[in-house]
């Protein structure tokens, strides 16, 4: 090993220490805390199979990009409402439904869409679990969560990456 890469870590040095083991072993006990079997599941999200796109000399644009915590996969079929505020309230735009990457399949806003205001993305969690076959309390704890969010300047590209799990979610500004 270089001495300047003495302190990487990586799986083949992990399971030379024996952490490997306890990395191995600490998955059984993710089952025991709710995980659904993949062998009792119904149905279970993809993974990612292909690289992301790249986002350089596109013209300004919102995109999403739904990432599942839960089951540690892209968010495939998450189904979202975009709205817009009008100044009364917010009105709805589009409803879209994340691809297989967990983005979807055209950009949210583009072109002549794409401007400054204030937005509101409906996210559909509860649903989304359901289709997967996660076991869930009645309601669960998040059902449909709203992101708001707002362009400030339409010359620039706005990405909205938001991880997920039944019971809590964040999201940032991407690049």
């Known amino acids: ?12 040095c992990l399971v030379g220490t024996g ?7 600490s998955a059984g006990s993710a089952w025991a805390q709710g995980t659904p079997n993949p062998a009792e599941a119904p149905m279970k999200p ?3 199979t292909t690289a992301p796109v790249s986002q350089a000399g596109l013209s300004p644009r919102l995109t999403l990009h739904a990432i599942d915590n839960f089951h540690g996969t892209p968010g495939a079929g998450m189904v979202c409402d975009l709205a817009m505020h009008d100044g009364q ?7 879209v439904t994340t691809a297989p ?20 993305l409906v996210m559909h969690f509860e649903d989304y679990f359901a289709k997967l076959g996660v076991a869930l309390p009645k309601p669960n704890f998040l059902s449909l969560v709203p992101i708001r969010f707002q362009i400030r300047d339409a010359g620039q590209r706005y990405h909205l990456p938001v991880l997920f799990t039944p019971w809590g979610y964040s999201y940032y500004r991407g690049s």
């Open 19 to 25: 952490l490997g083991a306890v990395a191995a072993g």
């Open 46 to 48: 993809g993974t990612l």
């Open 101 to 120: 990457t967990g983005r979807t399949a055209e950009p949210l806003l583009v072109d002549e869409a794409f401007k400054p205001g204030r937005y509101e």
């Open 89 to 95: 309230g917010y009105k709805p735009i589009k409803t």
């Open 1 to 12: 090993m270089d001495p300047s890469d003495r302190f990487a870590l990586t799986r083949r």
